[in-house]
């Protein structure tokens, strides 16, 4: 037999390979995007040089960097528990939106009720959610579908409020709401722009790694995720576990939106978000699913991000050089999952001599 | 074949094994579970990559680095799971794979070409159906044509008539007859003795990876094959001592189920199962069994009827309700329904009890307890795993039965419904299956089997039940001591009383 390379399925991954695989992944990407920057007339090194200098390099560009981790991070854990249980909520964005809409709608209206701005928006990006949960679950429409569809809605229900009724006299114009009232801000944090939502932060993922470790319900998600049909053999109620888990869903990214909202922008604005919900389900899967190591990635897509402006004010390059970055990187990490259920080997009469030897 | 030699991390599945196939002739492959059949022939049809030696065909090295080289080289395998896509029609799968289709399907060359084909070989199947509606023997039939289609010279069929019924396969004998007869070679994997003895000319025996010998079948008999098989001599007969039965567990009355399709799977079905009893259900496939079952373990819902569960009216109750009752359901699609197959071995296990004490605790799940009553089943049931940490999609077929068997009897059932449970398992785990079943007899459960292997019935049932499109056709009350043709009448759609009927007046 010649000596050829041959592609065949692994019986069991070896622990350490995760690990390897997603930074290897990450490695490669940072290389291919290395070519793509000197394709646009900057030094690779250099550009790495300020994401990292930017973003890591001092006080204030840590906490950007947490800044936008908190959002993604909530977010992440957001679709990352639709996810676990084989619902494919890829719509963190709209979610994110009505959660905001939901806010303001609360401090516009009833401007004394600040503690109950949190459960609106909960409620609100839950139901919105968990209408294409009950989709999914009566009639089995495609929630990938609907999802996306409904963050459309989203955006342009937050359009008409910004450039209609919600819009501030006093903006000059500008498509931005008034800005929130002290008492409904959150509280921001040692003198930087990092707000109170980073407890949520911190504690969610906390929480949801209890959860689906430990927790019977946990253990359930998990099943229903990997096998519907089993799950009902097993006794468990797969339709009413999607509406309610994409309630959840959408309840968390709604928080999410909210915390940047009062605790950020202090104001609803067009383009508000800035695609923190797509940005989450990179994450998520970088992460594998596992709560904590969302807080890793996020702060990690924090750093390009943030570093990401500073390419364009430095090197002016387009934001969008960035996108590249990140979509390079999910696009290894994906093409990375190959080498987990596969693994390539060498075959050839070298072998063949092994086994007499062996036999011997 | 020569020298084959196939490892798997750490485990050697097939050593230096030596086959050959002539054209025009039924080969038989015979060995245990893990024994390397289906490894051999994977490697065979290029799924697998040996790690030493070669193929030849017609005296010609081959490497085949994936199944397509193995097809374009005339070699067509039917798996014991058939590579088939559910969602489209026969005659669509029929094309799956083929390269150099034209842009628009050539829809009526195709289904001319399958009804051809089957009319020559006796395959009778409808090319518009789709396949998800066929019955398991139907789907079998359609993945052997799909290997005649792709004009295959060599067909390895893995266990064949693990889903068939007697005269099912008989029907298949009768298809491969022909195809011999034409000069295709044919390699069929099994380890019922009996079919390997009727319709074999020549028989491999592989034992833990290794070649024990090739012999004619005229040369040999059941019991020297055994041997080799097992490499001692063993015991094929199972003892089932007389019990009485006591007091009704299970029960049907006047069920009526729907199938996937709508129509009626089940019409005003009666049944009982007593205490100490094993009730066995006989039929084709897709008469009904899978709809019966599932509506007796609350995971289909009645239409009509009720069931009841020890005195307790428990119809369309949910499925947690009937697991509470302690009626455990043993599914025939094990890594479909029965199993996840990502999960581990001890995730697995305690799929019908984590959501109860000791197992869960103030709503979360005491891994520790978990990891024990895992080992528990894994011991006391021989799951061959690595560890309780293994992923069960890793486990051999046997294994995950085993496994199975092991979670849906430890909670000492009242009632056990069990579905081909032996399905593709080897002698040895067929005869421990067939005894923990029994046991639970003894043990007082109610025992519901539904299987397609009649010898099986007949050794196992204190009655036996014969259902055709979902009708009863009556219930034997001496299974053993009526005559086959009489079952097999049933079994066709004749009911019991007007066979009766007709001996009293003859």
């Excluded at chain 2, 302690?326 to 890594?335: E, F, G, T």
């Excluded at chain 2, 496994?403 to 009897?409: A, P, Q, S």
Aim: glycine share 10%; proline share 4%.
């Amino acid at each position: 037999m010649r000596g050829l390379l041959k592609v065949e399925p692994r019986l069991s991954s070896p622990w350490w390979l995760g690990a390897v695989i997603t930074f290897s992944s990450i490695a490669s990407a940072l290389a291919l995007g290395g070519v793509f920057l000197a394709f646009m007339g900057v030094s690779p090194l250099e550009a790495y040089a300020v994401i990292l200098r930017s973003a890591l390099g001092d006080g204030y560009g840590v906490s950007e960097t947490v800044v936008k981790a908190i959002p993604l991070t909530i977010a992440g854990i957001a679709v990352m528990l639709a996810f676990t249980m084989g619902l494919w909520n890829i719509g963190a964005e709209g979610q994110i939106f009505i959660g905001a809409i939901a806010s303001a709608a609360m401090v516009r209206y009833f401007p004394s009720e600040s503690r109950a701005v949190a459960l609106s928006s909960m409620l609100a990006a839950g139901l919105w959610a968990a209408f294409a949960g009950y989709l999914k679950a009566r009639w089995n429409i495609n929630e990938i579908i609907t999802t996306l569809m409904l963050t459309y809605v989203a955006m342009n229900l937050l359009n008409y409020f910004v450039y209609g009724p919600w819009r501030d006299p006093a903006g000059l114009g500008f498509p931005i709401t008034a800005p929130f009232p002290d008492s409904a801000r959150l509280p921001t944090l040692w003198g930087t722009r990092i707000h109170l939502g980073i407890v949520l932060a911190v504690v969610l993922p906390c929480v949801a790694w209890v959860v689906l470790r430990f927790s019977r319900w946990g253990y359930e998600l998990r099943v229903m995720g990997e096998n519907p049909r089993a799950a009902g053999f097993a006794g468990m109620n797969y339709t009413r576990n999607v509406a309610l888990v994409m309630f959840l869903s959408g309840a968390i990214a709604g928080i999410a939106g909210m915390c940047e909202l009062s605790g950020l922008q202090g104001r609803l604005q067009h383009g508000f978000s800035g695609g923190y919900g797509n940005t989450a389900i990179i994450v998520a899967w970088l992460a594998r699913l596992n709560p904590l190591a969302i807080v890793l990635v996020s702060f990690l897509m924090g750093v390009l991000l943030v570093g990401g402006e500073s390419l364009q004010v430095i090197m002016r390059l387009p934001l969008s050089s960035v996108m590249v970055l990140q979509g390079l990187i999910l696009f290894f990490i994906l093409g990375g999952e190959f080498f987990r259920k596969y693994r390539i080997r060498r075959v050839g009469a070298a072998i063949t001599g092994d086994m007499e030897r062996e036999e011997r | 074949m020569e020298r084959i030699t196939k490892r798997f991390a750490g485990v050697t599945a097939n050593w230096a094994v030596d086959f050959d196939l002539r054209a025009g002739e039924v080969h038989a492959l015979l060995g245990e579970n893990g024994a390397g059949k289906s490894t051999l022939m994977n490697v065979l049809y290029g799924l697998y990559q040996p790690d030493g030696g070669r193929i030849l065909l017609s005296g010609r090295e081959q490497a085949f680095s994936s199944p397509r080289d193995a097809r374009a080289a005339g070699i067509g395998m039917v798996h014991q799971h058939f590579m088939l896509i559910p969602s489209q029609t026969v005659w669509e799968n029929m094309i799956l794979g083929h390269e150099d289709l034209p842009s628009i399907l050539p829809k009526k060359d195709v289904r001319r070409r399958i009804l051809d084909l089957s009319d020559r070989y006796g395959l009778a199947v409808d090319p518009d159906a789709k396949v998800w509606q066929l019955s398991v023997g139907e789907q079998q039939r359609v993945a052997i044509l799909q290997m005649l289609f792709r004009s295959a010279r060599v067909l390895i069929l893995d266990e064949p008539t693990a889903v068939l019924t007697p005269q099912e396969a008989r029907q298949l004998f009768d298809t491969i007859g022909q195809m011999t007869a034409e000069g295709y070679g044919v390699v069929f994997i099994s380890h019922k003795l009996d079919e390997v003895m009727a319709f074999s000319q020549r028989v491999t025996v592989l034992r833990k990876g290794r070649l024990v010998a090739t012999v004619a079948t005229e040369a040999t008999t059941k019991e020297r094959l055994a041997e080799m098989m097992v490499g001692e001599k063993v015991v094929l007969e199972i003892d089932r001592p007389a019990m009485a039965p006591g007091r009704t567990i299970l029960e049907c009355r006047d069920l009526r189920v729907l199938g996937d399709r709508g129509f009626p799977a089940i019409r005003d079905l009666s049944l009982s199962v007593r205490e100490h009893e094993v009730l066995g259900i006989a039929g084709v496939a897709g008469n009904g069994q899978q709809e019966l079952c599932e509506a007796l373990v609350g995971l289909r819902t009645a239409d009509r009827g009720r069931v009841i569960v020890d005195g307790e009216d428990l119809t369309n109750a949910s499925p947690r309700t009937f697991i509470r009752k302690k009626v455990h359901y043993i599914p025939a699609d094990r890594k479909g329904t029965g199993l996840v197959a990502n999960m581990d071995v001890k995730e697995n296990s305690i799929l019908k009890r984590y959501s109860a004490r000791p197992v869960s605790k103030g709503g979360f799940i005491d891994w520790k307890e978990v990891a024990s009553f895992a080992r528990t089943v894994v011991s006391r049931f021989g799951v061959n795993a690595p560890s309780t940490e293994t992923p069960v999609r890793n486990l051999s077929g046997g294994n995950l039965q085993k496994l199975m068997l092991g979670r849906e009897l430890s909670d000492s059932p009242k009632a056990v419904l069990a579905m081909h449970p032996t399905w593709g398992l080897d002698v040895a785990a067929t005869k421990f299956v067939r005894e923990q079943l029994l046991a639970q007899r003894e043990r007082g459960a109610a025992v519901l089997l539904v299987s397609e292997d009649l010898d099986e019935l007949l050794s196992m049932s204190d009655r036996l039940a014969v259902l055709c499109k979902g009708e009863l056709m009556g219930v034997l009350d001496a299974p053993d001591r009526t005559p086959v043709e009489t079952i097999g009448l049933m079994m066709a759609g004749t009911p019991l009383a007007e066979i009766e009927g007709a001996e009293v007046s003859a």
